[in-house]
């Protein structure tokens, strides 16, 4: 077996995303980013002849930092127009076609981010046209660091000449007092007659309670669109259907499950009807964190069309006509995470890929059902057989909480090699297990960010450089989770957060180690965000793992919630408390605070430039960690902010990780990039 080498992970692939259809033109759009290229976004358009071509440079980093995970950062209009906000800048240009030099329309500054474009041909009282742009802006002060209590969210309208440079010729506010607004979209491209929008306050997230709105825009009314009577209801990705001009949106609010089922508003009664409910999600798992993503489209008149990922793995697309529903499955797709329909009314595009398969842009004909891969995130000279050759398919696997309820989690067998000769594991096809006499392999449990996110098995190459390492895998939806439903996804309120994860990922390892499939003494654990402060938490007040990493992880809680930014920053209400009512809580369930427990070493890696997990949580997590005499190493990136970009860090960061655990586990380390680490010091990279 060929272990995958960590450039493979970081190198050989671009990620896909902000798929967006023109709403003037049959056009498909989306962004790639490339590690290789410092991980900055471009702009590329699909023609309905499946051709692509790039509309940014990719000197230009095409990204939104609105609510700091940003998305919507452009949005196609007219015929040949794109509108775009630029980091680190967060100036708005408007690209003309392909490979143009783009017209600055708002200059470069530290005070404003925009997010969320839409763009509508109006015409102006002495009846000529002009272009009228509605939009997010985030006001962080002139100075550009406003605390988050500080920054203001706002709907703006951004009137500019129809023809080049566009000329800015005003702005004004249109929606203000919400604490967060995301979902913008209007009834037409031309001469629109509604604004729709999705706001939200403090504490809530977006998946915890929203309200969906409807601007007119000719008499600037507003209309409370999401159902009524309904509490913590969390309705998003509001839509209007171009050729009836009905809003639809989804919401999880009747549904046994908790899913989000699909809604449309009947403007005359004032009245909202479900429409599509099928008991599974019809949203992607994750989905509330990033601007400006879409899960439905409208094909031939009255057919909606939706993606759909399944509880226990597996996706469809649903489509909706005259009350019937189908579900449509594809044979090479495990999941999907963004889904448009294009102007001619006929294609469906999205992004889907499989655990051996990285995702791809597809195009699916609803009248031929021809299905085509439109466009691949993989380099073409990769020679993709050989690289998924030795390749562990995930098992879904249920085990049991504390309190007897079911956890989810997929379960990665170890491969066989480079564990030294001592891991039992077996060829190419998985086995791991512990028959024959062998010793069991060795375990990493990997908890995902949030925490209200999920994992996905989409082409996990940084779960297969493990598994071909001898590597056993668990990567754990902890209760809290999204994807299964209203109550798995509130399963860490009622400040249930550094408790029910931590059991579960506990609970995960002991299950696997019980069954003979993982060695009980070589098990460790590792997370990114949220996931870090689990792992930490798993390491300082459990006594089942003996080595782990925290990925700009959390470890003093009361800190971050003086640092951190203003999207998140009473997350943590209902996962923990309100600070200084809840101080003992805090501090009962805060790592840094408890290193007298902890029995195992720890390697922190973080970026310098993090604005979500400040630097300072793993600086002085490492400090204390010196003072007490535990084993550790801190490396800091440069560059890097809320999770890794760069091709060469994220390199660095993997490999670093593993050879850090072979070193506690005895295992003679293979292919790991050359890097030196050496225990207790700080790597300044």
Known sequence: MRPIASCEVSSNFVKLCTLVSSPTSPSIYFTEASPTNGGRSVITAVSPSHTTETISSPHENVRSVVHEYGGGSFSPFSSDYTIATLFPSNSVVIYEGSGSIPHTLIPPGKQFRYANFCVATTTNNTASSEFTCYCIEEDHSPSGSAPASSVINTIVSLTFSSSAPFTLLGKSTVAEGADFYSGLTLSSPTSPKFLSFVQWFHPNMPWDSTEVYELNLATSSVTKVSPVNCSNTSPLYDRFDPASSKLYFLSDVDDVHGCYDLYVYDREGKTTERIVAIQEELIAPGDGWVIGLSSYGFAKKGMVVSLCNKMMGGCSLVVCEGGNVEKIEFDRIDS??????????????????????????????????????????????????????????????????????????????????????????????????????????????????????????????????????????????????????????????????????????????????????????????????????????????????????????????????????????????????????????????????????????????????????????????????????????????????????????????????????????????????????????????
Not at 478 to 491: T, W
Not at 509 to 514: F, Q
């Open 336 to 685: 999907i995470s963004e889904l448009v329909t294009s102007s001619d009314s006929s294609s469906v595009y999205f992004f889907g890929g499989s655990y051996i398969s990285p995702p791809s842009l597809w195009s699916y004909n609803l009248d031929t059902k021809l299905l085509v891969e439109v466009h691949k995130s993989v380099k073409e000279e990769l020679d993709m057989e050989a690289l998924v050759c030795d390749f562990v398919k995930p098992d879904h696997i249920m085990f049991d909480s504390e309190e007897g309820e079911k956890v989810h989690g997929y379960f990665y067998k170890a491969g066989g090699g480079g564990c030294g000769g001592g891991c039992g594991g077996g060829g190419g096809g998985g086995g791991g297990g512990g028959g024959g006499g062998a010793t069991p392999p060795p375990l990493l449990v990997k908890a995902h960010g949030g925490p209200t996110s999920s994992t996905s098995i989409t082409f996990r190459l940084d779960i297969q450089y493990w598994t071909t390492r001898g590597f056993a895998v668990l990567d754990v939806d902890y209760r809290g989770s999204s994807g299964y439903g209203k109550a798995y996804r509130s399963g860490l309120k009622n400040k249930n957060w550094g408790l029910v994860d931590t059991d579960d990922v506990c609970n995960g390892a002991k299950y696997l180690a019980d069954k003979g499939l993982v060695d009980p003494a070589k098990m460790a654990i590792d997370g990114g965000s949220a996931g870090g402060y689990t792992t930490l938490c798993a390491l300082v007040f459990r006594d089942v793992f003996t080595v782990g990493a925290s990925k700009y992880g959390i470890s003093d809680l009361a800190s971050l919630c003086v640092d951190t930014h203003k999207f998140e920053s009473h997350y943590i209400d209902f996962l923990m408390g309100v600070l200084p009512d809840d101080k003992e809580l805090f501090e009962s369930r805060c790592p840094i605070l408890h290193l007298d427990k902890l029995k195992c070493p720890v390697i922190l890696l973080q970026g310098k430039d993090d604005k979500v997990v400040p630097p300072n949580q793993a600086v002085g997590m490492y400090d204390a960690l010196r003072e007490k005499g535990i084993d550790s190493v801190l490396v800091m990136y440069d560059g890097e902010q809320h999770g890794f970009r760069k091709a060469e860090n994220i390199t660095h960061a993997l490999d670093a990780e593993y050879l850090f655990f072979c070193m506690k586990f005895g295992i003679e380390p293979v292919e790991f990039g050359g890097v030196e680490i050496t225990m207790n010091t700080r790597i300044d990279m």
